[in-house]
């Protein structure tokens, strides 16, 4: 990304205000993170502010954008992504799946730049092919509770295939899976701070369910660096990006409590609907076609997590 000039949409976000610090460190000309603070947070980064080629810009992608000058990059990262956000925000997850999509894919074609969409490991739905594989189709429920993220998530891969095929636009698709780190929301309600926080205060994990059902974290700085690799390929199909080590949400929840050194017992909450009992990524087309897999282990990974809330304990909630 070196001389190159990029433009996050939901650069202060999570996922967002790492890639932002990434490729300000490997030289980019300039980055333009565009945010409508919907989910994130100004203060993600605020350290970037002041650095040569850095640029903040409060806008709703839905309600138009513009940049000026040269682009040779959209990331279009912004989305609410945690279930419990889209479930506040339904209207504005499907509107930013859809109009705001189409808006970064309107500004790449404008600009001649490549256009890379974070999409998600929930267009495979509840799967019934583990581990996924791009070619899986999925199973979603298209009116359930979960909807609102999945369908845009696959509207937007749909919308992004169309601007590749008609119009001519280079597009990348990622297909993110559970991501953890610095920067995210204490109170998002995914499994990662959820836990984090409770082993922090010394109170009871809640499983949702009976805790059997998995996942596989991944590390933000891995999952940034597999984002920029596929952005410099060629690689216009979707790539799964994630860690493929699965474990269940009761040895996540002993993983969270030997890394905090601590924590309580663990008390069962229901299950939310059309949870996915199964999810781990084949990461083989990463390999092969980016050489990418993740170097950062989840002990390792939860360690600078914590640390990271733990630095934070004292400041505000998200305004
Ligand atoms: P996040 O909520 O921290 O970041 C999303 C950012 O987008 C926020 O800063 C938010 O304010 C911004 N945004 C939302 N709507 C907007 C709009 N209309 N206009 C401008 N900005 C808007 O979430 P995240 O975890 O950083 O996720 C980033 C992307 O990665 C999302 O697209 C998400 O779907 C995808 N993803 C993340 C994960 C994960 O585990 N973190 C997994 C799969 C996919
Ligand atoms: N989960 C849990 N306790 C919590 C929050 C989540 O057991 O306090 C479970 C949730 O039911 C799911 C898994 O952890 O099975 C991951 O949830 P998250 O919201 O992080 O992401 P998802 O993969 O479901 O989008």
Redesign the pocket.
Known sequence: MKGQRVVV?????????HLCERLLEDGAAGVVA????????ER?VAHLRGRAGFELVR?????GLSVDGPVHYVF???????PI?YAKLPL?TM??GSL?TENGLKLAQAKGAVFLQ?????VYGDPHVHPQREDYWGNVNPIGPRAC?DEA?RYAEALTMVYARSYGVQTRIV??????GP???LN?G?VVPAFVGQALRGEDFTVFGDGTQTRSF?Y?RD?VDGLVRLALSDVTEPVNIGNPREMTMLEFAEAVRAAAGGGGQIVHKPLPKDDPKQRRPDITRARQLLGWEPRVPLEEGLRETIAWFRSVAGRGPTP
């Open positions: 949409l939901g650069g202060a976000g999570f996922v967002g205000s565009v945010d409508n603070y919907i989910t994130g947070d993600n806008q709703d992608i839905t309600e279009n990262m912004a989305s609410p992504a945690s956000d504005e509107r930013v705001g974070a999409s998600t490991s929930e993220y998530k297909r993110i899976f559970n991501t953890y920067r995210m929301r998002d995914r991944c933000v999952l």
